[in-house]
C-alpha cells in the first residue's frame, strides 16, 4: 500500500524488516537510547517465528521516503489480541463489546513482548520533524480508516516524544514501571548505604545464601559469551515461563540462538555457576545493554537456591551496572520483589486513538481519573521504600 500526501515523499507500509536495508533503519534507530527500535532485534523477531502473522503480529511497518533515502519510520503491528503487550486494556476491549464496536484488530507501535521506554517514530537528523510527524499520523489514520481499524495505540513511549503526540490528539495513560537510577554510586556497598538498616542486613543476607549455597555468578558480555550459551538462555526462559507464566512463552528457540551473530555485543548475561563446574550454569539472567541503559529481560534456573533469582536479576546487574557506568537499568515486568529491593516505582505512558467517537469520548472523559489513580498508588508506593528518609526523594525524582 502507497500513499503519497505530497510530492516531496513517499509513504510506504512495509510487512518484514527484511524488505527495509539495515543501514538506512539503524541510521535512524541508533543514536536512540533504546536498543529495542534497532532493525536486528526487530528483524530477528520476524525472521525467529516470534512476532508473526501466527502469533497474532502482523508486522507493518511505516517508512517515509524522500526518493529512495529512509528519513523516517516506525515498526507497527496489526494485533488481533492484545497479550504480550504488558499494558492490559482489557477493559477497553470489554466495554468496546458492550457497546456494539469491534475492538480487534488494532495497529500497535511497539517492540513485542518489550515493556520497556523509548517507543517513538525514527526521523532523521535535519529532517523537519513536525512535518514528518504530521505526514505519519495522516498515514495512519488513512490506514485504519481504511481497513476498519478499531485504533491506534503506542506502548512505553519516549516521555518527549509522548508530548508530541498529544499534540497530534493521542490520549496518555499512565502506568508505572520499576526503574533503578544510579545516582553517582561509586561501588555496591555505597549503593547499600542508601537502605534503612532493616533492609541492608537483608539485602547482605540474600546475598551470603547464594554464595552459602557455593555458586558464583559470573557477568558475561558480549564476545566473552561462548556460542553454547545462547540456547541454553531459552531452556532458562522455558523453564520460567512454564513454571510461573503459562501462556507468556512469546519467543522462540531460534530467537535466542539469533542473537549470536550479529546482536551479541549488546548482551549481558548473568551466569550462576557451582563452585566445582565452571562450564554449565545453573541459572541465569538475561539482560540487554546499550550505552548507559540496562535492561533485565528474562531469567531462570534449573534448580531451586535461595535468593539466587534476587542477586542474578538485581544485585549483581546493579553491580555490573555501578562498575560500568550505567545510569538506569530497568529489570522487566512486574514489581513485587522490585520495590524492596531499590527500584522505585517510575511513570510511564501509553498513547492511545479510537476511530469510534463514542469510545474516544468515554477514554477521554475517564482517563484523567484513571491517571490520576495511578499516580495515587505510585506516590504510596514510594512512600514505603525501604530507605532512610534522607534518601526517598533523592532516589524517586527523575
Not at 5 to 16: A, H, I, K, L, M
Not at 34 to 41: A, G, I, K, Q, S
Not at 50 to 56: E, F, H, I, L, R
Request: charged share 25%.
Amino acid at each position: 500500500m502507497v500513499h503519497q500526501p505530497q510530492t516531496d515523499y513517499s509513504v510506504n507500509w512495509v510487512n518484514r524488516m527484511a524488505d527495509i536495508p539495515q543501514a538506512a533503519w539503524d541510521a535512524l534507530a541508533q543514536p536512540l537510547k533504546t536498543p529495542f527500535l534497532e532493525w536486528d532485534w526487530l528483524n530477528n523477531l520476524e525472521t525467529s517465528g516470534s512476532a508473526t502473522s501466527k502469533t497474532g503480529w502482523l508486522p507493518h511497518h511505516l517508512t517515509i521516503w524522500r526518493n529512495r533515502e529512509l528519513i523516517a519510520a516506525a515498526p507497527f503491528y496489526i494485533k488481533g489480541h492484545s497479550y504480550g503487550e504488558f499494558v492490559f486494556d482489557h477493559q477497553w476491549a470489554d466495554l468496546s463489546h458492550r457497546l456494539g464496536v469491534r475492538y480487534y484488530p488494532k495497529l500497535l507501535g511497539m517492540t513485542p513482548f518489550t515493556p520497556a521506554g523509548g517507543y517513538r517514530f525514527l526521523i532523521a537528523p535535519g529532517e523537519d520533524e513536525d512535518e514528518l510527524t504530521e505526514i505519519m499520523v495522516s498515514a495512519i489514520d488513512h490506514f485504519c480508516g481504511n481497513n476498519r481499524i478499531s485504533g491506534c495505540h503506542f506502548l512505553f513511549v519516549d516521555p518527549e516524544w509522548r508530548q508530541v503526540m498529544e499534540r497530534h490528539g493521542f490520549t496518555s495513560w499512565l502506568h508505572h514501571s520499576y526503574i533503578w537510577q544510579n545516582k553517582g554510586f561509586s561501588s555496591f556497598d555505597d549503593y547499600l548505604s542508601i537502605f534503612n538498616a532493616n533492609q541492608r542486613r537483608n539485602i547482605k543476607r540474600e546475598r551470603k545464601a547464594v554464595t552459602k549455597a557455593g555458586l558464583c555468578l559470573v557477568p558475561l558480555v558480549g564476545d566473552d559469551i561462548p556460542k553454547s550459551l545462547f540456547p541454553l538462555i531459552y531452556n532458562f526462559y522455558s523453564s520460567t515461563c512454564d513454571k510461573f507464566f503459562w501462556g507468556s512463552k512469546y519467543l522462540t528457540r531460534q530467537f535466542f540462538e539469533q542473537l549470536y551473530p550479529d546482536y551479541r555485543h549488546r548482551v549481558v548475561l548473568v551466569a550462576a555457576y557451582r563452585d566445582d563446574d565452571d562450564r554449565h550454569p545453573v541459572g541465569m539472567s538475561f539482560c540487554i545493554n546499550k550505552g548507559d541503559q540496562l535492561y533485565g529481560r528474562y531469567w531462570g534456573c534449573f534448580e531451586e537456591y535461595d535468593c539466587l533469582h534476587f542477586d542474578a536479576c538485581y544485585y549483581t546487574p546493579i553491580e555490573w551496572a555501578i562498575a560500568n557506568g550505567v545510569k538506569m537499568f530497568d529489570p522487566g515486568a512486574g514489581g513485587r520483589h522490585k520495590r524492596r529491593r531499590g527500584f522505585p516505582a517510575t511513570p510511564n505512558h501509553s498513547l492511545h486513538r479510537f476511530y469510534n467517537q463514542r469510545l474516544m469520548q468515554i477514554l477521554r472523559h475517564y482517563i484523567g481519573e484513571v491517571n490520576e489513580m495511578e499516580q495515587e498508588e505510585i506516590d504510596a508506593i514510594n512512600n514505603d521504600l525501604p530507605f532512610t528518609k534522607r534518601d526517598i526523594q533523592f532516589l524517586v525524582q527523575d
